[in-house]
Each structure stands twice: as structure tokens, then as C-alpha cells.
């Protein structure tokens, strides 16, 4: 098992990173790259933060596992 | 990236059942009805044959049954039955068990296998809740597992029971860690991983017993399945199975499309962290159409001692927050938790990072994450309105030596408690009810007492504890107990600090507390004057004394949740749930409700 130091900053936050790209279903430019976790477990997803509908994703090892925090 | 087509919220006819999933709808019924049916029976085998209290009586556990693997039916060793014991126990198994397949290989499993593991960080809840798998084959196909999670009552380690808040400043000071090994190999009960629980837990003949009852409990189910699966054959098995998923996901849709599209969120703070700090913890809720995501984002990081939860743990918390808030029951299986996203920054107090420890945090930051999704979909529609429960696993252990009859025998005595919940835009909230994440039983007194040297003297409601409103809080309990040895205690009792909030106008629910008079159970026979208690919980003042509310550089709050604690023999403990939070404005409350507070005690005249 992989171990971590404890994070500096006192509040986490996941990361968001924007995709420049309107959704396919609500046309809003609101999609968004970020880590979910699904009924199976973890995902990367492309997803719109406006209608929540997620345009594509690939499922990944958790970060506690991967060491991809 | 594949792309994620959302089911239909329709319902199916007869004829679109055949066409999807090759079964017909009588026999995909039947098999969906008999799958829950069996989950049941695998849990009523724990309850009456198993020697821990946990498992005979409390609830402390999950048990079911998981899908084949298919490809073609999108069916991938998912949860597609569980027990009603504890839900969540039955979230996690989603995770736990699926990980623990993925470590040992779905290929390496041979009938009569007992897979055991107890691994948090691999999809688990924390150390003391043990995973065992057993492969169900059908000829030689594998059609499915049977898996628990059960809660053991002592797991090893420093600190009597697990839980250690506060003392166990990282996983490896918390008990014994089983990477998936047998239990049973081919139907044969393996010595060595037996000896693991003789040798290095605090109840040995507990878990003798225990774990061959898990085994038969899984037996069972995976007899029950295959006798469904000879009677209709393993299609329409593996059709109805799917049928069961999706039925169930068709029903989280439909119950998710009457709350209005939004984003709401909530905050709330764990009274302290193992430095004395509160611990924030926020959580905003998305729902558009049939689709959520719950993200925690801008909580605490996690803290040492024990002041976090694994990752698995808080989409546990998250699915149940989200399960609870809707007015229809839905089966608990994998097809409810499909609409369902959550966001877990790694880091924080509910995404642990390893080597923190997390056997205390498992119960403090599940009953957390719950809340706080009936929170910010509070603000969704009023009639979803619900002030805030007691929201921890309340509990105080006693571990010692049990003299009565004259052979000194090692005891640790696990005292459960319920707590109020918040009033609701419908009702009054429930004055003594498990929170949801553990829907445990509390045992019996007698059996309590005949069990284990500790009186159990009074259980009461407290008058003018729970939040005011149109709908009140729950009053808070409180329990008197003396231990008839001298021990060493754990205890958490979160909202010694900060109360309950109410909702939508209701008042805030009363702190909790814990206080000991020393060597005073004479005193307390005899209806003498204790005196003033020793505060070891809760916001004192100079002298010690038990105080409602925190004045910066007055007063002094003591840990709501400690580890080693040393409690004498007969020493009278008092131990105070907070109150619930009210709902509404409490100028509307029906004057017949009060009336009847008034008669009941919950409140008093002229409060």
C-alpha cells in the first residue's frame, strides 16, 4: 500500500479543469474534466457541470491506489 | 471515452421484457423478488447462529448476493441483492467486494472457496468490518458471488473494540490488516487464517464461532441462487439479473425527476479533530432530469488519529443521503446507485489517503456525508425540508476483566446508541432511531446485563433538548450505566460542540454530553446528591463545570470522542445525545402538538 503525506492546504478541493467545448446535449460551454466515481468505481469524465450529462469517460484506478492524487 | 447512454424511465411491458432481456416477465419477477428474498434469509442465518452481538442482534453487517460477470447484459459482479441490516454495509459491498475480486483474480476462485479480507483502502469501510467472498458455479461457470461484510467486534490492535479516536495516529496502529486470502479453501476451513483471529484478536471463541457461521450464511445464498438458476437455466438467470438492475434504476430515475433541477449545498462541522479543531465538511448536491452528482469538494483535509474516512466510505454516505431523501423505498442494489456520480477530493477528511487511520472516522464522516445531502436538498423543495439528526455512531465501549464468577475472563462490552432525528416538512423528527447509515437494533438491557458487568440504571427522554419548529427535533436520551469492573473506555458522541441545526425557521437541537461521578452507584441507589460530575465530554467553564455554549478564552471543550479512557468500577457514567433540530417556524405548531409534549415530558410548560 502506497502511503502520502497530508496535505498542506486545510480545505480540498477536486480539480476542475475546463474543456473548451459546447455539450452536446444543453449547448452550454460548461463541460469539465474531473474524477467522479460511478456504481463501479473511478472515472475520469468529461462531463457538462450545467445539464450533468457526461459526454465521455474512462475508468481509472482509484488514487489511492494509482498514487495519482 | 465511451459514452454513457441513460436507461429509459418508462415501464416495461411483457413483451419488452422478453425482447430485452430473453426472460419472460413472470420469471424475471419471480427471480428479482427471490434475489432480495435471499439476501434476507443469508441475514436472519447471521442473526441467529452468530456469538458476537453485533451480528446476533445489532445489525452490524451486510450480507448478499453479487451479479455474473457478462459483458453482453452490461453485468459486472454488481450488488443485485442485499440484507436490510446495516446500509452501509450494503453500498460498500459494491466496492469492497468488487476490489477484492480484482486482487485475487475472478479466475483463481474454485467451488467451495471462502475468500476473507478486511482491507479499507481497497474499497472498504474501516479495519474492524471484515469482507469474505464465496464464488457461486453453476457446473463450471461462474454465476455470481456471495459476500458480507461483517463488523467484528474486536479486530486486534491497542485499543479494545477498534475504535480508537484520537490514539491510533495511523493505519498501522489499528489491528490486523488481511490482504484477501481463504478461509475456506474448497470447502475445507483454513487453520491459519482462523489463528489469525484466535491469536490476535480480544475474542477468540467469538470468532471461532463466527466465521463458520459467515460461511454458511454465504452457502446458503449460493444454494438458493443455484436452485433458481437449475429451475429457469442460466440465461434467464443472468436476463433476470439484469431485469433487477434495471428495474431498480428505472425507479431511482423516476423517484430523482420529481425533484427539481438545481445545485444546493450544505456545510457542517465535526466538533473537533484530534488537535481540538471543528472540521468542516460541505457537500453540494447537482440533480438535473434523472442524474446527480454529490461533490464534497472544500471539506476538511483529513486529519491524524482517526479523523477521516476511506473514499469508499463517503460515496457510501453520499448514495444513502440521496436514498433517504426520497419519499419511495428502493431496492438496495447496484441500479439505484447508477444515476449517481459523487466527487471525493483525494486528501480529505472523506477520502482518506493512507497511512491514516480511519477505523473512527468510518462511522463519524458516513453519518456526515448522509446528512448533508438531506441538507442541501432541503433547499430543493420545501417538502423535502429536514433539520439535522444526532449524526455519529454513538457509542461507549467498556473493556475489562468480568469477575462474577470467580474466574477473571477478559470482557469488552459495546454499549450502542440511538439518537433523535431533525423534524421534517411532514412530522415531528423520531426521538430514538439508528441514523441510517447503521439502521442497527440496540440490544437488549437484559441481555446486556447478563452478558457483561455493566448495569444499565436508566434510559430517558430529556425534556426541552430537541430544536423548536412547526415540526420539533427529537429529544435527546440519556442513559446512566455503571460498570461493575474497572475498565478502559473508547467513546465518540459527535454535537457535544455543536448541536443539530434546524431547518427553514427551526430551532437548533441541544448538545450533547458525557460525565462520570466516581465510585457512586451506592449514592445513586440510595437517591443520595451526586454532586458535581466530572465533565469527559462537552464545554465545561474554569471549574469544570458543564456549560451550553463555548466562550473563547473561558471555557474549555473536552473531545466528544476519546480512546483509553480509564472508568472505575461502579462509577455511575451519564451519557446525553444531543437533541434534533426543528423544522419551521414554531409559531405554527398545532397547539394540540404541544399539549401533547407537555404530557409526554419532551417539553416543559413554559418553555
Redesign the interface.
Known amino acids: 500500500?502506497?502511503?502520502?503525506p497530508?496535505?498542506a492546504?486545510?480545505?480540498?478541493?477536486?480539480?476542475i479543469e475546463p474543456v473548451d467545448q459546447a455539450c452536446e446535449r444543453c449547448d452550454a460551454r460548461s463541460l469539465a474534466r474531473?474524477?467522479?466515481?460511478?456504481?463501479?468505481?473511478w472515472?475520469r469524465?468529461?462531463?457538462c457541470?450545467?445539464?450533468?450529462?457526461?459526454?465521455?469517460?474512462?475508468r481509472i484506478v482509484?488514487?489511492?491506489?494509482s498514487g495519482d492524487? | 471515452?465511451?459514452?454513457?447512454a441513460p436507461q429509459s424511465i418508462e415501464v416495461l411491458g411483457a413483451y419488452d421484457v422478453e425482447a430485452r432481456y430473453g426472460v419472460d416477465i413472470t420469471t424475471a419477477e419471480v427471480i428479482r423478488h427471490a434475489l432480495e428474498h435471499i439476501g434476507l434469509q443469508m441475514q436472519i442465518k447471521i442473526n441467529t447462529a452468530s456469538l458476537s452481538p453485533l451480528l446476533s442482534e445489532v445489525n452490524d453487517f451486510g450480507v448478499g448476493l453479487l451479479a455474473p460477470r457478462d459483458v453482453d447484459r452490461d453485468l459486472?459482479f454488481?450488488a443485485i441483492a442485499m440484507g436490510t441490516a446495516a446500509p452501509g454495509h450494503y453500498v460498500i459491498n459494491?466496492?469492497y467486494a468488487?476490489?477484492a475480486i480484482e486482487h485475487w483474480g475472478a479466475e483463481n476462485f474454485k467451488p467451495g472457496d471462502v475468500i476473507i479480507f478486511n482491507?479499507p483502502?481497497?474499497?472498504g469501510s474501516h479495519i474492524n468490518d471484515v469482507g469474505t467472498l464465496m464464488p457461486i458455479f453453476h457446473e463450471d461457470e461462474l454465476v455470481g458471488f456471495a459476500a458480507a461484510i461483517t463488523h467484528w467486534l474486536d479486530i486486534g490492535g491497542p485499543i479494545p473494540t477498534g475504535f480508537g479516536p484520537g490514539l491510533q495516529r495511523d493505519m498501522y496502529a489499528e489491528g490486523i490488516r488481511i490482504s484477501p486470502r481463504h478461509l475456506y479453501r474448497e470447502g475445507e476451513l483454513v487453520r491459519e487464517t482462523v489463528e489469525l483471529f484466535t491469536e490476535q484478536t480480544r475474542i477468540p471463541d467469538i470468532s471461532v464461532n463466527d466465521l463458520q457461521v459467515i460461511h454458511s450464511a454465504l452457502k446458503l445464498g449460493a444454494d438458493m441462487v443455484l436452485r433458481y438458476v437449475n429451475r429457469y437455466g442460466r440465461d434467464a438467470y443472468a436476463g433476470a439479473v439484469q431485469y433487477s438492475l434495471d428495474h431498480t434504476e428505472r425507479a431511482m430515475r423516476a423517484a430523482l425527476q420529481a425533484i427539481p433541477d438545481g445545485e444546493w449545498s450544505a456545510e457542517d462541522y465535526m466538533d473537533n479533530d484530534m488537535n481540538g479543531n471543528p472540521m468542516?465538511i460541505?457537500c453540494t448536491v447537482?440533480?438535473?432530469?434523472g442524474?446527480?452528482?454529490i461533490?464534497y469538494?472544500?471539506?476538511?483535509?483529513?486529519?491524524?488519529g482517526g479523523f477521516a474516512c476511506t473514499?469508499s466510505d463517503g460515496?457510501s454516505g453520499a448514495h444513502l443521503g440521496l436514498q433517504v431523501a426520497l419519499p419511495e423505498s428502493i431496492s438496495p442494489n447496484?441500479g439505484a446507485?447508477?444515476p449517481?456520480?459523487?466527487?471525493?477530493?483525494?486528501?480529505?477528511c472523506l477520502?482518506a489517503?493512507?497511512?491514516?487511520a480511519t477505523n473512527a472516522g468510518h462511522t463519524m464522516f458516513i453519518a456526515k456525508a448522509i446528512n448533508l445531502v438531506k441538507r442541501a436538498l432541503t433547499q430543493a423543495d420545501p417538502a423535502m425540508a429536514v433539520a439535522e439528526n444526532y449524526d455519529d455512531v454513538l457509542f461507549m465501549s467498556f473493556a475489562g476483566a468480568d469477575t462474577r464468577s470467580g474466574v477473571p475472563t477478559p470482557f469488552i462490552s459495546m454499549n450502542l446508541f440511538q439518537g433523535p432525528f431533525g423534524g421534517t416538512a411532514q412530522a415531528d423528527g423520531s426521538c430514538y432511531t439508528f441514523q441510517e447509515g447503521g439502521n442497527c437494533v440496540v440490544t437488549s438491557v437484559e441481555l446486556e446485563e447478563e452478558s457483561f458487568p455493566v448495569l444499565h440504571l436508566e434510559r430517558e427522554f430529556v425534556a426541552d433538548t430537541g430544536g423548536s419548529g412547526q415540526y420539533r427535533g427529537g429529544p435527546a436520551t440519556r442513559s446512566v450505566l455503571v460498570p461493575l469492573a474497572d475498565c478502559e473506555s473508547s467513546f465518540q458522541l459527535d454535537q457535544c460542540r455543536i448541536g443539530p441545526r434546524g431547518a427553514l425557521g427551526g430551532g437548533n437541537g441541544a448538545t450533547g454530553h458525557i460525565a462520570v461521578h466516581r465510585d457512586a452507584l451506592d449514592i445513586w441507589a440510595a437517591g443520595g446528591d451526586f454532586g458535581e460530575p466530572e465533565i469527559l465530554a462537552g464545554i465545561v467553564d474554569a471549574s469544570g463545570r458543564l456549560v451550553g455554549e463555548e466562550v473563547p478564552g473561558v471555557t474549555e471543550f473536552r473531545s466528544s470522542k476519546q480512546a483509553g479512557v480509564r472508568v472505575g468500577a461502579r462509577d455511575v457514567v451519564i451519557h446525553q445525545t444531543p437533541g434534533g433540530g426543528g423544522c419551521g417556524d414554531a409559531a405554527e405548531r398545532d397547539p394540540a402538538a404541544i399539549a401533547r409534549d407537555i404530557r409526554n415530558d419532551i417539553v416543559t410548560a413554559g418553555s
Open positions: 500500500m502506497k502511503i502520502y497530508q496535505p492546504e486545510l480545505f480540498i478541493s477536486e480539480v474531473y474524477r467522479v466515481v460511478d456504481y463501479r468505481g472515472l469524465v468529461v462531463k457541470r450545467s445539464c450533468l450529462h457526461t459526454v465521455g469517460s474512462e482509484s488514487p489511492v491506489l492524487l | 471515452m465511451t459514452t454513457l459486472d454488481d459494491q466496492f468488487r476490489m482491507e483502502y481497497r474499497g468542516l460541505r447537482r440533480k438535473h432530469g442524474e446527480v452528482e461533490d469538494s472544500g471539506s476538511s483535509r483529513n486529519e491524524w473514499w460515496v447496484a446507485y447508477r449517481v456520480h459523487v466527487v471525493l477530493p483525494p486528501g480529505s477520502h489517503l493512507p497511512p491514516m
